[in-house]
């Protein structure tokens, strides 16, 4: 059985592949870096949702990737993890 790095290396090989990765990657390290934040912080999805006043799907939502948040959401949650959100555009 192959593991993620050896998997994901082959796949990246793929030049189509590659370019899909590179797109959805700025998506991916967003969800990565608030799902460590959560983590880091203590917090469940459900009480972080409660802290900003939303619900654990949400949440969930967001972390899975299937969400498309908006700066203010973004923002809440950034505030409930005592971090702030930096948008840059490179």
Avoid: C
Wanted: hydrophobic share 40%.
């Amino acid at each position: 059985m192959k593991d993620w790095k050896t998997l994901k290396g082959e796949l990246l090989k793929n030049k189509d592949v590659l370019v899909e990765y590179k797109k959805l990657e700025p998506r991916y390290q967003l969800i990565s870096q608030l799902l460590e934040a959560r983590l880091r912080s203590g917090f469940t999805q459900e009480a972080l949702a409660k802290k900003i006043g939303t619900k654990q799907e949400a949440i969930a939502r967001l972390e899975s990737g299937h969400a498309n948040p908006t700066i203010g959401f973004l923002e809440k949650i950034t505030q409930a993890l005592g971090s702030r959100l930096a948008i840059q555009i490179r």
